[in-house]
């Protein structure tokens, strides 16, 4: 099956930085979404994005999907940043939610 | 719009006994409902998949007849963990798609943390 992938595994931030944040999925996709998970568990999707670009604020992400891969980007980290994000896929034939292995991010004050 | 619930939010139970999760779709009626498990420090891995009215379909590994899905209305799917123990220990997380508009966009509840004794 579909492997998916998120570097880096950790990643602490003073408050301001900025941050990338990698998934990469092995096979094409029809669906790729970006996902923060808060310290009580709740996921909050933060962006549909099979391909191209979107931005939302200080969050932005991009899709480039013949290459297999898509970035989160956070602009001016704040506390409340801090959590894990995920990349889920959904590959073609399937409805099937494949989570990827996440980015535990720590946003120091 | 798109809020799904779950209830209870965290249940602590004694090994041995079963354990019924809630998952509801508030403001959108479900064409599919789906259960994941989430271990400490780890990802997100698929349970099983339920359509209302019919049988669950279950991921390889995941046993059956230990976790119940049931998906009586277009609203609602329950999972029930039956004789529980230490091991089921873990945090279930539901979801639903929009009936309407295909299944490839889903809408997570909030959670329900087990411990078993």
């Known amino acids: 099956g579909i492997q998916v992938e998120q570097s880096p595994p950790d990643l602490i931030l003073q408050e301001g930085a900025n941050s990338t944040l990698r998934c990469n999925f092995s096979?094409?996709?029809?669906?790729l979404q970006w996902f923060h998970q808060n310290p009580w568990g709740q996921l909050i999707n933060l962006f549909y994005?099979?391909?191209g670009t979107k931005q939302n604020g200080r969050l932005s992400a991009t899709t480039v999907a013949t290459e297999r891969y898509s970035l989160l980007y956070i602009s001016s980290s704040q506390t409340t940043d801090s959590g894990v994000y995920f990349c889920?896929?959904?590959?073609?034939?399937?409805?099937?939610?494949?989570f990827g292995t996440g980015t535990r991010l720590k946003v120091l004050a | 719009g798109a809020v799904v619930s779950q209830h209870p939010s965290w249940v602590i139970c004694k090994s041995g006994t079963s354990v019924k999760i809630e998952c509801r779709s508030l403001d959108f009626q479900a064409t599919t409902m789906f259960w994941y498990r989430q271990f400490p420090k780890q990802s997100l891995m698929l349970m099983a998949t339920s359509n209302e009215g019919s049988k669950a379909t279950y991921e390889q590994g995941v046993e059956k007849d230990k976790f119940l899905i049931n998906h009586a209305s277009l609203t609602l799917s329950t999972l029930t963990v039956t004789s529980a123990h230490p091991e089921d220990s873990s945090f279930y997380i539901c979801s639903a798609s929009k009936l309407g508009t295909g299944t490839d966009t889903q809408y997570f509840g909030p959670g329900t943390r087990l411990t078993v004794l």
């Open positions: 096979d094409s996709v029809n669906n």
């Open positions: 994005i099979p391909s």
């Open positions: 889920a896929v959904v590959t073609s034939g399937t409805y099937k939610y494949i």
